[in-house]
Every structure is written in structure tokens, then in C-alpha cells.
């Protein structure tokens, strides 16, 4: 029986999901329950999900800089090539 535990981020101290499905449900339970408007985004720290109050289209460029997981490359059709 897999039962859901919430854990917290380390770095955030937000609840942890782990896909964006159960933190959409997570934030629609909020809204509905509490009235509560809530954003789903993923965390660059721990990659999981989070629920966060504030819009999270400004703090998303930022945070995806930051990331290691997704490699942001600047260098867009930089092709070494060695023959
Ligand atoms: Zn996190």
C-alpha cells in the first residue's frame, strides 16, 4: 500500500509532492476548501513539486537559471566539431 507522507523541502520547508498532479490536486483542494488561490511549480532544489501563493511565472526564470538538472544552454548552435 503506497500511502502519500507529506515531506518537507530542506530549502523551502514546503510540502514536497512528487509529480504535478498530486500538487494540482493539493492546490484545488485549497481552493476549494479555503479559498485559497494556489500555483504548482517545481522545486530546483529537491526537484520536487510545491505549492506556492504567488504566481510562480516571475520566480521560474530565476530559479531555472539556477538549476543544474536542466542544463541552460546560451550557447545555441554551438557545435564542436572534430574530424
Ligand atoms: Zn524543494
Wanted: proline share 5%.
Amino acid at each position: 500500500m503506497h500511502y502519500f507522507t507529506p515531506k518537507r523541502c530542506a530549502t523551502t520547508n514546503k510540502i514536497m509532492y512528487h509529480d504535478k498532479v498530486k500538487a494540482l490536486q493539493a492546490a484545488e483542494d485549497s481552493r476549494i476548501e479555503r479559498g485559497t488561490e494556489l500555483w504548482v511549480y517545481r522545486c530546483d532544489f529537491c526537484g520536487m513539486w510545491h505549492l506556492t501563493h504567488r504566481n510562480p511565472q516571475l520566480n521560474v526564470v530565476r530559479i531555472s537559471q539556477k538549476g543544474s538538472r536542466k542544463p541552460y544552454s546560451r550557447k545555441k548552435g554551438y557545435k564542436p566539431r572534430y574530424r
